[in-house]
């Protein structure tokens, strides 16, 4: 099995950087998933990280580190619309299938 | 990019009755889909693995006679909900998963919002 641990909600500065952190324990790691879920709306993907260190798409980069078992997501420049549930999701070596932590609620306010 | 559509967007009914609803990948061809239902503030939790051409796989403690599946083509999955009741009212998700060199990456409908009466 395999537990994976992210902060329930955090709070940011509209224009500010964000960093929401993912902490994972799994028998074989095969890849992290960062997702975005507004509410009542389906998750849009994010972000992939298979190998160690930092992947940057925008606004949005995603960090891996598979020795300490640690990712994160970077949000810079921060928008109200950012306001979303951030989903990380793992999978493990052997399954195709990720497993998701419970999400962190971000809460962007002016 | 990868598009999956679902269809009914919202539905409410009555206890008892059944309910179905698809998922479509648009723009590629999926051989895997899967099916996720989630509570309010509570994360995604899987209920089962389509596979086209066979039969799916359920998670432990979904009752597979409850929420058949049909995955008869590369490009939809269908989730019914018999006999729906109250408790059965959720957000049912699913997704699809496309291969892109050795990447696997799945991609989520819209969801749907059911509300059994």
């Known amino acids: 099995g395999q537990n994976i641990d992210q902060p329930t909600e955090m709070t940011a500065t509209e224009g500010a950087i964000v960093q929401i952190n993912c902490t994972y324990q799994?028998?074989?790691?095969?890849?992290l998933f960062w997702y975005q879920q507004h509410a009542g709306e389906a998750p849009t993907f994010l972000s992939y990280?298979?190998?160690?260190g930092l992947e940057e798409k925008g606004r949005f980069s995603s960090f891996l580190s598979r020795s300490k078992g640690y990712s994160y997501l970077l949000l810079k420049e921060l928008q109200m619309k950012d306001s979303a549930s951030y989903l990380c999701?793992?999978?493990?070596?052997?399954?195709?299938?990720?497993?998701f932590g419970r999400g962190t609620s971000l809460i962007v306010h002016p | 990019g990868a598009v999956v559509s679902q269809h009914p967007s919202r539905v409410i009914c009555k206890s008892g009755t059944s309910v179905k609803i698809e998922c479509r990948s648009l723009?590629?061809?999926?051989?895997?889909m899967f099916w996720y239902r989630q509570f309010p503030k509570q994360s995604l939790m899987l209920m089962a693995t389509?596979?086209?051409?066979?039969?799916?796989?359920?998670e432990q403690g979904v009752e597979k006679d409850k929420f058949l599946i049909n995955h008869a083509s590369l490009t939809l999955s269908t989730l019914t909900v018999t006999s729906a009741h109250p408790e059965d009212s959720s957000f049912y998700i699913c997704?699809?998963?496309?291969?892109?060199?050795?990447?696997?990456?799945?991609?989520f409908g819209p969801g749907t919002r059911l509300t059994v009466l």
């Open positions: 997704s699809a998963e496309e291969t892109s060199g050795n990447t696997d990456t799945q991609y």
């Open positions: 799994t028998s074989g790691f095969n890849g």
């Open positions: 990280n298979v190998l160690d």
């Open positions: 999701a793992v999978i493990n070596r052997g399954s195709y299938i990720p497993t």
């Open positions: 723009d590629f061809q999926a051989t895997t």
């Open positions: 389509s596979n086209e051409g066979s039969k799916a796989t359920y």
